[in-house]
Nanobody
Framework: QVQLVESGGGLVQAGGSLRLSCAAS????????MGWFRQAPGKEREFVAVINWSGGSTGYADSVKGRFTVSRDTAKNTLNLQMNSLKPEDTAVYYCAAKYGPVLSSARQSYNYWGQGTQVTVSS
């Protein structure tokens, strides 16, 4: 059974940084892509970033490109999201997700497994 557990959320001032992690377990993820999504109050869950677990290719939403970096540690089965230059509009619950197959996707419905989320709050 796949388990995804996020950590690292918190409260930070605008312009600051946070690093989110997602511990993945339950199977070998070599043929998966892993993504980060976020959901602000009253809004739909939206794509943030994605990485191919084996090859490391990445994709980003335009709103975070140049500020956020997704990475993975295959030895530790951990997905990371380094968030720099944070803005109040980045405030949301952040979720990690896993999809079978190496193709990168920004579509929420492509993902088979989800974590429980971690809150990120950016104050102005």
């Amino acid at each position: 059974q796949v388990q995804l557990v996020e950590s690292g959320g918190g409260l930070v001032q605008a312009g600051g940084s946070l690093r989110l992690s997602c511990a993945a377990s339950g199977r070998t993820f070599s043929n998966y892509a892993m993504g980060w999504f976020r959901q602000a109050p009253g809004k739909e869950r939206e794509f943030v970033a994605v990485i191919n677990w084996s090859g490391g290719s990445t994709g980003y939403a335009d709103s975070v490109k140049g500020r956020f970096t997704v990475s993975r540690d295959t030895a530790k089965n951990t997905l990371n999201l380094q968030m720099n230059s944070l803005k109040p509009e980045d405030t949301a619950v952040y979720y990690c997700a896993a999809k079978y197959g190496p193709v990168l996707s920004s579509a929420r419905q492509s993902y088979n497994y989800w974590g429980q989320g971690t809150q990120v709050t950016v104050s102005s």
